[in-house]
């Protein structure tokens, strides 16, 4: 808020309310509210419930709310499922987010320090042209990436998905990271400097601890992307290097799909990314506050 | 102009830390009151609860006799000035200033008949077209100054207005605050950490600390009469020598090896510390009574000069004429006359002769 | 401890020029502060000699040794930032040993020296209590402390302080300004202290450089500089009330020379008539001390007030007269209001003469006029 001029409006004075109690307005819109958020969240209750239960109480209809869960489907899903059950593609999975996510964010922080602190000959377009990777739906590079990989012969294989995905989760990183390191004060790197630092160690030592939110949040977001993108998976992997969405949408177009031990492996996949982000997001929320500049 | 009454207000964030405790004033009509204390003593919660911008966790702010508890920002017809400037980026100066007049929709000709006007008595009228970003923040805090004056409120609030200021531009703008707040008439509540400033501009000075009113008064009762040793302390340049270890014999009290006799006030608190202010004290020859010292270091201060001294009841301050400024390593005698002798007792409160 | 030289510096930021042909020089163990308003090129002459900014022309040089060359590690300096910028993801003590753990200090410090170099600096600034805690449970002058003491931890040839008490209260900046002069005296580094605050200034320096618009306008011991400026414009920059500067015709009223005000006649000194009249005569500019003038009934020129304030018990005025504004201080306060026309007596025997042209002292002939 500018300027606090106020108007000399005659409203009545809205009544005080001691804080804590809800008027009829507050109900209607928490109820809003509390019917959206049941609105998003029941896919992964489908998820997470279908994965509990038996085929009985899976077709039953109505559904049913309370049932008895068991584990088989579990059970399925991490030995029998497809044949050869889920951890292979478990494996490809993490192999492929951990190093992509790795190398996105740490060359991601190196690009965004050398645009915020050296002056470069067309730093800003260089910038926005960085962006400007993910201006097309990925379907479009899909051919080219296609042909490159094979040329290559990287087709099946991890390094080509680490490759597609750092590539792409970069630029997201650069735009967001640099917003980071354009809130360091600049004295407190030449206070380094002036330490004896050099540049490459003031980067390691003072500014990237500056920055560790910015580090977390898009760790976060880059690992989300990789571990559920689905369309270059498909078309780069077969059966080696196949990430745990290629191995779900393999029988996704199939006749008689087990539902519950399908929605296992669903369960299976939500879970070590929400665990990767909440252990990180402890973190974040810690942050570091400025307090060394005023 | 606005009759300001604030009673017993207290502020409680929501994770239970107190900013203001039962905070008593009366602004009266047309009075310019300067808001002094370190950071975090509460005076800026106290003006964004007279802004409506913080709520009030108990007590009354009343307006001219209306309590405003409660009542939003917009209906309490205030203007603020901000220590930021707060101006809007994106407009034009002109457009800037015009804007309280906008928002009441007030016809194009006499928006810029007062804009102008406004603009020539800040002067700042050959700036009109142009963008905050293009002036210096003198000339910022002028276009802010003519955003709050464009309007005759009941009440201005400002909050350290010219702290983002060099000497020379907050001695200038200080006076010229000044000047608007008797041209305008207005009641005007003002924030800042300088004391020459809330000197200069002020009708009034409350000092605060911890969330607490300290002190009322002019520049002068605080300098001469502080209810507390905090105001002692925290008023007055160079700040006043505290000495903490004084000895009471009888009728008489001793700061170092300068004998005093006790304040008549005494009788009901002991002195448990003394302040001498550095103006107050004279250099006397070793052979008078007073406290004995040894010039440390001499600070020049143009006709005259601060001196820190080393005396047997720590440090001290003395101002001397530039002419009879001593060399540092000399020894002498600081002497004050025993009206200029501030005592306070444990609990920080001054003691006074006739307030038994 | 280094004596600096600035010899010929100049500096420009595209078509912007800082400064041009600064020579200054700043002897060893000596406490300077670099005072002026903002934009006077203060702060960007010791970004140059810390190697903070290395491309300007002419020469700096430690002990007659040209740095430019040398990065802000290699000429060994310790800087204290206006916003301290300390490290935020170190602790205090963690903070005070970075700069010994710098790679150009390699093997200089031994584990067990780091440490009691750090207990030094801590209880030199009484700040040892802090050691473990984490910058942003520091307060503003806790903060102030940490930053100076990681300047100073490493025994640095040249200590640079860019405002280092601006931001205190007042209590806390006198206890911090003689603070300052203590350390200075126990470490004997040569100094080097920016400010824009003229009461700082004159308290703290030995030698005090007053820099306007990238020039110096004069480098000399403070006092010196107090009272007898070099420029018109530092006779009007310096001092409690400072000195009012005005720009008046010479003129002549029976057979006595003087100065025009207000259409009256101000008679001058003989010796500052020598000094006028050898400059040429027409126009010149005097500085007169809040002394020099006198609110009276009966006084010959008559100004309207412009600006009234009460500092520390005495009235300030200011008056408009004759297009010029004239400082007034009194202790008798009288109520007055803007626009009040008020007479005055003014006093020039304690005047200064500046070249109306240049600003320029204008000194009496060595002999004087009879």
């Not at chain 1, 109820?31 to 009985?56: D, H, N, Q, R, W």
């Not at chain 1, 087990?258 to 973190?283: N, R, S």
Request: charged residues 20%; contains cysteine; neutral net charge.
């Amino acid at each position: 808020m500018a300027s606090m001029d106020t108007s000399t409006a005659r409203l009545a004075p809205k009544a005080a309310r001691a804080p804590g109690s809800l008027g009829t307005g507050d109900i209607l819109r928490y109820a809003l509210a509390s019917i959206f958020v049941g609105f998003c969240l029941f896919p992964l209750y489908m998820v997470l419930s279908t994965s509990l239960k038996a085929e009985a109480d899976i077709f039953a209809f109505p559904p049913a709310w309370s049932f008895r869960p068991i584990w088989d489907n579990f059970n399925d899903a991490l030995f029998v499922f497809g044949g050869t059950g889920v951890m292979p593609f478990l494996l490809n999975s993490v192999i492929v987010t951990a190093a992509s996510t790795a190398a996105a964010v740490g060359l991601g922080a190196m690009v965004a320090y050398g645009l915020t602190r050296f002056r470069i000959r067309g730093g800003s377009h260089l910038f926005f042209f960085i962006l400007s990777t993910r201006f097309a739906p990925p379907v479009a590079f899909v051919v080219p990436l296609y042909l490159m990989v094979r040329q290559t012969g990287l087709m099946d294989t991890h390094l080509a998905l680490i490759l597609i995905y750092t590539s792409m989760n970069l630029s997201l990183v650069v735009w967001i990271i640099r917003g980071f390191f354009e809130a360091i004060p600049v004295e407190i790197e030449e206070a380094a400097e002036i330490d004896g630092y050099s540049r490459l160690q003031i980067f390691f030592k003072v500014a990237l601890p500056l920055v560790k939110p910015g580090l977390i949040t898009t760790a976060i977001l880059s690992a989300i992307m990789s571990w559920n993108e689905f369309l270059i998976a498909t078309v780069m992997t077969q059966n080696k290097a196949a990430t745990l969405p290629v191995y779900l949408g393999g029988f996704s177009g199939s006749m008689g799909l087990e539902w519950g031990p399908y929605m296992a492996v669903g369960a299976i996949a939500v879970l070590p990314i929400m665990i990767f982000t909440l252990v990180l997001q402890k973190h974040l929320v810690r942050g570091l506050t400025f307090g060394a500049v005023r | 102009m606005a009759h300001v009454q604030i009673r017993n207000v207290s502020k409680i964030y929501a994770d239970g830390t107190p900013a203001v405790t039962g905070l008593d004033l009366d602004i009266a009509a047309g009075e310019f009151l300067c808001v002094l204390g370190p950071s975090g003593c509460g005076k800026s919660s106290t003006l964004r609860m007279l802004a409506g911008l913080e709520e009030v966790s108990t007590g009354q702010i009343l307006v001219d006799g209306d309590d405003v508890v409660g009542r939003p920002a917009r209906e309490r017809d205030i203007a603020m000035v901000f220590e930021n400037y707060a101006l809007y980026p994106h407009l034009d100066v002109f457009a800037n200033i015009a804007m309280p007049l906008v928002a009441r929709r007030r016809p194009k000709a006499e928006i810029r008949d007062r804009v102008g006007r406004i603009a020539g008595t800040m002067g700042i009228t050959e700036h009109l077209a142009k963008r905050p970003g293009k002036l210096s923040g003198g000339q910022r805090q002028r276009v802010s100054l003519a955003r709050a004056m464009i309007r005759r409120p009941k009440m201005f609030l400002m909050d350290e207005p010219l702290g983002h200021l060099e000497e020379y531009m907050r001695i200038e703008l200080r006076r010229e605050i000044r000047a608007l707040h008797e041209a305008a008439g207005g009641t005007t509540f003002y924030i800042t950490h300088d004391q020459e400033e809330a000197a200069a501009v002020s009708d009034r000075i409350a000092v605060m600390s911890s969330g607490e009113l300290q002190q009322l008064g002019t520049m002068k009762e605080l300098i001469e009469r502080p209810a507390n040793r905090f105001v002692a302390e925290f008023v007055g340049e160079p700040p006043i020598s505290i000495f903490e270890e004084l000895r009471a014999t009888g009728t008489e009290v001793s700061i170092g090896d300068w004998r005093l006799p006790l304040p008549p006030g005494s009788r009901k608190a002991r002195p448990a510390s003394a302040g001498v202010r550095p103006a107050h004290f004279r250099i006397a020859g070793s052979d008078m009574p007073g406290l004995s010292a040894e010039a440390r270091l001499v600070q020049p201060m143009g006709e005259s000069a601060a001196v820190l001294c080393d005396t047997p009841a720590g440090d001290a301050t003395v101002i001397v004429p530039m002419a009879a400024v001593p060399r540092e390593g000399d020894r002498f005698r600081l002497v004050a006359a025993p009206e200029h002798v501030h005592f306070f007792a444990a609990s920080g409160r001054a003691i006074r002769s006739g307030e038994d | 401890m280094a004596r600096i030289s600035v010899e010929g510096l100049s500096k420009s930021f595209g078509a912007y020029r800082v400064f041009e042909d600064l020579d200054l020089a700043i002897p060893k163990g000596s406490y300077v502060c670099l005072l002026g308003p903002s934009g006077c090129g203060k702060s960007t002459l010791m970004r140059m000699i810390a190697g903070l900014d290395t491309e300007h022309g002419g020469h700096i040089r430690f002990d007659g040794k040209p740095v430019e060359h040398l990065t802000a590690a290699q000429r060994d300096v310790g800087m204290a930032f206006q916003n301290y910028a300390l490290y935020p993801h170190l602790t205090v003590e963690g903070n005070l040993r970075f700069p010994m753990k710098a790679p150009l200090q390699k093997g200089r410090w031994s584990a067990a020296q780091m440490t009691e170099r750090v207990g030094e600096v801590a209880d030199l600034l009484q700040i040892r209590p802090l050691l473990g805690r984490a910058i942003n449970q520091l307060s503003g002058g806790q903060q102030q402390r940490v930053s100076l003491g990681r300047a100073l931890v490493r025994h640095p040839k040249v200590l640079l302080l860019d405002e280092p008490v601006t931001h205190l209260d007042a209590r806390l900046r006198y206890a911090m300004r003689s603070e300052l002069k203590r350390i200075h005296k126990v470490m004997g580094t040569t100094t080097v202290h920016v400010t824009h605050d003229q009461g700082e200034a004159l308290a703290m320096a030995d030698l005090l450089v007053i820099m306007r618009g990238g020039r110096i306008e004069q480098a000399a011991p403070a006092m010196e500089v107090y009272s007898d400026p070099a420029t018109a414009f530092v006779a009007g920059f310096l001092g409690a009330v400072p000195r009012t500067v005005l720009t008046l015709p010479l003129s002549e009223r029976d057979g006595t020379a003087g100065l025009r005000l207000g259409g009256q006649h101000v008679p001058l000194p003989p010796a500052l008539v020598a000094a006028a009249r050898q400059a040429g005569g027409g126009t010149v500019t005097i500085a007169l001390p809040a002394s020099a003038f006198a609110v009276d009934p009966d006084g010959p020129v008559e100004g309207t007030v412009a600006a009234h304030e009460m500092i520390e018990g005495a009235q300030r005025l200011v008056l408009q007269a004759d297009g010029q504004r004239v400082n007034i201080q009194r202790s008798e306060t009288a109520p007055v209001a803007n626009g009040d026309r008020l007479r005055f007596r003014v006093d020039a025997s304690e005047g200064l003469l500046f070249d109306a042209a240049t600003g320029d002292r204008l000194r009496p002939p060595l002999r004087r006029a009879a």
